[in-house]
């Protein structure tokens, strides 16, 4: 299922095709509004993709980690991305401690698409440190 980015400017273009059609013309569509309605629909499949969007990621919503380190006394952290389902992306923080469930931070709930982020963690505060697309750093408290 195609998410609300990729269908939002599309539903807009069949709304104001059919107002054209049906309120304006009154009559249907020559060669010329069939050749114009197919451009709309085009541009509105491929507007979202010049955006920053990932199609595979809308397509199957896998979660990607963009980082990961261990620490020397057992600490597994792990930067991960997946496409919300909404708007873009969002990043998050997995902190899992030796013998303990994981804990989750969230990073950024609107984000750009990324493939890697550097990732530091400060073990003597207890700290982590990760650097998010447009170089905002984010410090996570751990």
Not at 10 to 23: K, P, Q, T, Y
Not at 25 to 46: C, D, E, H, K, N
């Amino acid at each position: 299922m195609l998410d609300l980015i990729f269908l939002s400017p599309l539903l807009l273009l069949i709304v104001v095709a059919l107002a054209i059609r049906f309120r304006i013309l009154r009559r249907p569509f020559q060669a010329t509004g069939w050749a114009i309605l197919t451009l709309g629909v085009a541009v509105s499949f491929y507007l979202p993709l010049c955006l920053g969007v990932w199609l595979p990621d809308v397509l199957f919503a896998p979660h990607r980690t963009l980082a990961a380190t261990t620490s020397p006394t057992g600490y597994a952290f792990r930067v991960v991305q997946y496409w919300n389902r909404v708007d873009f992306y969002s990043t998050q923080l997995h902190v899992t401690p030796p013998n303990a469930p994981a804990k989750v931070f969230t990073l950024e709930g609107d984000d750009s698409k990324s493939w890697t982020v550097p990732l530091s963690v400060n073990e003597g505060n207890r700290m982590a440190s990760i650097t998010l697309s447009g170089g905002r750093t984010k410090n996570i408290q751990w």
